[in-house]
Structures are given as structure tokens and as C-alpha cells.
């Protein structure tokens, strides 16, 4: 539960600092659009993969790297001073949100055992 909310607050706190940051650089409205876009395209794509992966190899390794992947996101975004910077610091924010939550909520769902977890989808 720390780390959802760690990782919520952090993602959703500078979502609204990236567009700031953005029209400073000079941004258009379709590069607006297009540094929104890069949050999610990344995670749209890796969706699958990563929850794939989770089932194969585990949660833990995936939380550690979502985790370790936010903190070097928002020192991208403090760092940038060109658009595609920004823009990649975004999609690398969505990226590590991604992770976090996907491993998070696999180690919530396997926390209970089997048999409560079937008749809990029962009810």
C-alpha cells in the first residue's frame, strides 16, 4: 500500500509540472499533446509484456525497478531543457508507474491463499 501510494502521489503530483515545464521550452499545443501521449504510449505497449513477465519471474524484481525508475524520471524531467528530453522522462514516468502498480497489485492478489481467493471471486 506505501509503495502504490508513493508511486501515485509522485506520478500524479508531476503530470500537471510536466505541461509547466513544457510551455516554458516553448511548447505547441500538439507537443502538449504529444509529451501526454509519451506517459502512456510506453505503458500501453509494455502492458502485456510486463504482466507476463510478473507471472514468469515474480513480482519483486519488477516493484525494485518501477520503484528505482521513478526517482531517475523526475531527475530527467528537473533536467531537461530540450522537449524530446521531456518527453522521454515522461514516458519513463509512465513506464516506472507501470511497474509498480502491475507488481503491486500481483502481490496483493497472491497475498491470500487459493482457496479464499476462489471463493472471494464467488461472491
Do not use: K, W
Amino acid at each position: 500500500m506505501v509503495a502504490t501510494a508513493a508511486s501515485q502521489l509522485v506520478v500524479f503530483a508531476l503530470r500537471p509540472v510536466l505541461t509547466y515545464q513544457a510551455l516554458s521550452l516553448h511548447a505547441s499545443t500538439a507537443q502538449l499533446g504529444l509529451l501526454v501521449t509519451s506517459f502512456s504510449v510506453v505503458s500501453l505497449v509494455a502492458a502485456i509484456p510486463v504482466g507476463r513477465g510478473i507471472d514468469r519471474r515474480g513480482e519483486r524484481g519488477y516493484l525494485l525497478a518501477g520503484a528505482a525508475m521513478l526517482p531517475f524520471a523526475v531527475l530527467g524531467m528537473l533536467a531537461a531543457d530540450r522537449l524530446e528530453l521531456l518527453m522521454a522522462a515522461s514516458a519513463a514516468l509512465g513506464l516506472g508507474q507501470l511497474l509498480t502498480m502491475i507488481a503491486c497489485q500481483t502481490i496483493i492478489a497472491n497475498g491470500r491463499e487459493a482457496g479464499r481467493r476462489l471463493s472471494a471471486g464467488r461472491r
